[in-house]
């Protein structure tokens, strides 16, 4: 099992749609969740990280939380063309180490 | 402020050879992690180095290694190459903590082993 799952995609919504990402992680005593976005060719940037169970928003990006669940989601409203990337779930568990997901690739279509 | 710089950002090397990748983080940034991207297996960390000491390692054989110098600029090796080798070599630095999670990520070395 890895430490960290998601699905590969493509996730494709059209434009103006909520685009809804999923994580889930297996290390129990993790307490630390982010997202980084990876556009196609470039590096990975941060951005969202959330730390306790509930939602957390920013802009058109809300975090989801279940630690009971070992879960951990995106939401990116509104979604434009330019949200098209892949989408790296990012955990840091027990042995401290910052563990990605493989992404997930997003596709907003016009 | 200069991001995180990789150097070289695409080689290509033979198997068995060896070869040495370079990071200088952004300035003030005491934190080097290393990572190794594939399309199949995606983002895995390879080791962490803060004040010149490694803090953590990940499930890489020893034939990858690494080193922080007191200026903070990393430099990774790997040896006997192998063609799994292939891939983008990613840098990331981060001011003291990396567990902070904010890593600011350097644009890669893309290794090729043929």
């Known amino acids: 099992q890895k430490e960290v799952e998601q699905n590969s995609g493509p996730l494709s919504v059209p434009e103006g749609a909520i685009a809804s990402l999923n994580c889930t992680y297996s290390d129990r005593g993790s307490q630390s969740f982010f997202w980084y976005r990876q556009y196609s060719g470039k590096s990975p940037e941060l951005i969202m990280s959330i730390y306790s169970n509930g939602d957390k928003e920013d802009g058109r990006f809300t975090a989801q939380l279940n630690k009971a669940s070992q879960y951990v989601s995106l939401l990116i409203r509104d979604s434009q063309p330019s949200d098209s990337a892949t989408y790296l779930c990012a955990v840091i568990g027990s042995s401290y180490k910052l563990i990605f997901g493989s992404g997930t690739r997003l596709l907003v279509r016009p | 402020k200069a991001g995180v710089t990789q150097t070289p950002r695409y080689l290509i090397k033979t198997r068995g050879q060896q070869v040495t990748l370079s990071c200088s983080p952004i300035s003030g940034h005491r934190s080097v992690s290393w990572y190794q991207q594939t399309p199949g297996q995606g983002l895995q960390f390879l080791f962490e180095?803060?004040?010149?000491?490694?803090?953590n390692k990940g499930n890489f054989p020893g034939r990858f290694s690494g080193r922080q110098f007191s200026n903070s600029r990393s430099e990774m090796n790997v040896s006997t190459l192998e063609l799994g080798d292939s891939a983008l070599y990613l840098c990331a630095s981060s001011w003291a903590d990396p567990n902070t999670g904010e890593l600011f990520f350097g644009e890669g070395s893309r290794l090729t082993v043929l």
């Open positions: 180095y803060f004040s010149e000491t490694q803090r």
